[in-house]
């Protein structure tokens, strides 16, 4: 069984030693994504004070960053928005965020339904309120 990492030019680079993705056989098993620009430390829809915290955000903008940047990973990792098979969603304030998150979720996501588990957590590696943890079929 082959066992390959996939990298996308891109999807915004990895905080940390790990690819954007892993193919093992016919599934392709994308690391964490957040809502980050390429070559940047830029977070759509979030304004930070000058020690680097949050002063407010944008849960939908940042959903559709992140969105964007796993359809940016399986494409150019050869496959696509419509093989996602299971999608996890860590949001660090489910109660205030979750509404918007799963109305942009539901705009995505209307042709195609992957399984979906979101759990709240305390703090992601970077200030950002949204991550996806993604697992679709690749065909090569």
Partial sequence: MDN???????????????????????????????PRKRGTKEIPGVTLDNEGNVIEYDIEAQCRSVFENV???????GSSWAQLVDVTVFLTNMKEDFEKYNSVYAEYFRDNQPCRTTVEINALPTPIAIELKCVAVINN
Avoid: C, M, Q
Wanted: glycine share 10%; proline share 8%; no cysteine.
């Fill in 4 to 34: 390959e990492s996939r990298n996308s030019e891109k999807a915004p680079e990895p905080v940390g030693l790990y690819p954007h993705a892993r193919k093992v056989g016919n599934l392709l098993f994308l690391s964490g994504v957040g």
């Fill in 71 to 77: 359809r940016t990973i399986l494409e150019d990792s």
